[in-house]
T-cell receptor
Framework: NAGVTQTPKFQVLKTGQSMTLQCAQDMNHEYMSWYRQDPGMGLRLIHYSVGAGITDQGEVPNGYNVSRSTTEDFPLRLLSAAPSQTSVYFC??????????????FGPGTRLTVT | AQSVTQLGSHVSVSEGALVLLRCNYSSSVPPYLFWYVQYPNQGLQLLLKYTTGATLVKGINGFEAEFKKSETSFHLTKPSAHMSDAAEYFCAVSSGTYKYIFGTGTRLKVLA
């Protein structure tokens, strides 16, 4: 199993540009999520999905869009990049909640810089 | 609402000394609790988790944590620090739903 994969690893954007961060998992997990990590702030949830066709907002959703057309893929779109979106982005997937197998598996991250 | 507080954004210990990283949580329902480790330029890796049952949980790399409901704590310990333990550690809580709340992290430095 490859687990959770993310592309690209690094990206530099200019203000106003758009792009899509890719995330895929091969563990057949229903739940997937996107976090951003900023110094001193831990991980903050951007958007999450509990299955194909179902998405919802997290703590910091503004400026980001998601869709979930398949169980495997959960792309994150930046509509019009801003310097405040400079961050490290992590995708995660998990087993069903409320069970002993409940845990999140994280991808390696995408380091995004917006100039 | 749930929340997680990690006391100490930076902790330094000598090699061979006890490691103690503190985590307190707030949850209105029985929590699921997690500790993750992040090495430089990598993603998060699960160290250990508490779901139900035994309150002392053993994880990878010699780490363990004890769920103390009365103190709303889930502190992470390791009897003897190793240089390879230098990393950032995150405590997280879930109410058994799909939402996880993470603490702000504790960066552990191990001194030779």
């Amino acid at each position: 199993n490859a687990g959770v994969t993310q592309t690209p690893k690094f990206q530099v954007l200019k203000t106003g540009q758009s792009m899509t961060l890719q995330c895929a998992q091969d563990m057949n997990h229903e739940y997937m999520s996107w976090y951003r990590q900023d110094p001193g702030m831990g991980l903050r949830l951007i958007h999450y999905s509990v299955g194909a066709g179902i998405t919802d907002q997290g703590e910091v959703p503004n400026g980001y869009n998601v869709s979930r057309s398949t169980t495997e893929d959960f792309p994150l779109r930046l509509l019009s990049a801003a310097p405040s979106q400079t961050s490290v982005y992590f995708c995660a997937s998990s087993n069903p909640p409320g069970t002993a197998r409940n845990e999140q598996y994280f991808g390696p991250g995408t380091r995004l810089t917006v100039t | 609402a749930q929340s997680v507080t990690q006391l100490g954004s930076h902790v330094s210990v000598s090699e061979g000394a006890l490691v103690l990283l503190r985590c307190n949580y707030s949850s209105s329902v029985p929590p699921y609790l997690f500790w993750y480790v992040q090495y430089p330029n990598q993603g998060l890796q699960l160290l250990l988790k508490y779901t139900t049952g035994a309150t002392l949980v053993k994880g990878i790399n010699g780490f363990e944590a004890e769920f103390k409901k009365s103190e709303t704590s889930f502190h992470l310990t390791k009897p003897s620090a190793h240089m390879s333990d230098a990393a950032e550690y995150f405590c997280a809580v879930s109410s058994g739903t799909y939402k996880y709340i993470f603490g702000t992290g504790t960066r552990l430095k191990v001194l030779a």
